[in-house]
T-cell receptor, first 117, second 116 residues
Framework: AQKVTQAQTEISVVEKEDVTLDCVYE???????LFWYKQPPSGELVFLIR??????QNEISGRYSWNFQKSTSSFNFTITASQVVDSAVYFC??????????????FGAGTILRVKS | GAVVSQHPSRVICKSGTSVKIECRSL??????MFWYRQFPKQSLMLMAT?????????EQGVEKDKFLINHASLTLSTLTVTSAHPEDSSFYIC????????????FGQGTRLTVV
């Protein structure tokens, strides 16, 4: 069975600090996708990144970066120079890749990030 | 880009009534849509897979007679919470993926249901 673990329930940082959100996953699939979503207080889910299991290259997008390590089944997310607007719940998710299922996602429990000014 | 629209964003209803939530893909056709439920301060749990033109596939433990799903067209799926009770109060959110363009999953804005 697929499983996503986000061990950090809540993290509080002061603005401009760097923060890393951890994500560990379990799957028997050899091909899969990993995602990060941001959920601000308004509730909608904002897509941040999708990464397939064959692409272990780390990615950087502005202040955001992701470290995918297949050997440890981890897909960690780092925010550099955090800002108050980064305060939200962040979810890591895993999906099967069969076209039949499309985007059936298994979510982690989420990590609440609080950035204080 | 692809957008999924969900309506209403908030609804308050009385116990025993039914509530319908709509999920629309605005610029792509979605043969499959997904309905998730999120309890306060918890993660999203998949409730069911909505399939255009056929019956929905429900996850274990989800009452299909309680949560009716209809996917009547390629751009619209509806979730009806029948005979709602206070324990059905939750955040419901749908998602769809543009398979033709192999996009990521797009989520609707979510519906916060409060049953009083």
């Amino acid at each position: 069975a697929q499983k996503v673990t986000q061990a950090q329930t809540e993290i509080s940082v002061v603005e401009k600090e760097d923060v890393t959100l951890d994500c560990v996953y379990e799957t028997r699939d050899t091909t899969y996708y990993l995602f990060w979503y941001k959920q601000p207080p308004s509730g909608e889910l904002v897509f941040l990144i999708r990464r397939n299991s064959f692409d272990e290259q780390n990615e950087i997008s502005g202040r955001y970066s992701w470290n995918f390590q297949k050997s440890t089944s981890s897909f960690n997310f780092t925010i550099t120079a955090s800002q108050v607007v980064d305060s939200a719940v962040y979810f890591c998710a895993l999906s099967e890749t069969t076209m039949e299922y499309g985007n059936k996602l298994v979510f982690g429990a989420g990590t609440i990030l609080r950035v204080k000014s | 880009g692809a957008v999924v629209s969900q309506h209403p964003s908030r609804v308050i209803c009385k116990s025993g009534t039914s509530v319908k939530i709509e999920c629309r893909s605005l610029d792509f056709q979605a043969t499959t849509m997904f309905w998730y439920r999120q309890f306060p301060k918890q993660s999203l749990m998949l409730m069911a897979t909505s399939n255009e033109g056929s019956k929905a596939t429900y996850e274990q433990g989800v009452e299909k007679d309680k949560f009716l799903i209809n996917h009547a067209s390629l751009t619209l799926s509806t979730l009806t919470v029948t005979s709602a009770h206070p324990e059905d109060s939750s955040f419901y959110i749908c998602s769809a993926r543009d398979l033709d363009r192999n996009t990521e999953a797009f989520f609707g804005q979510g519906t916060r249901l409060t049953v009083v």
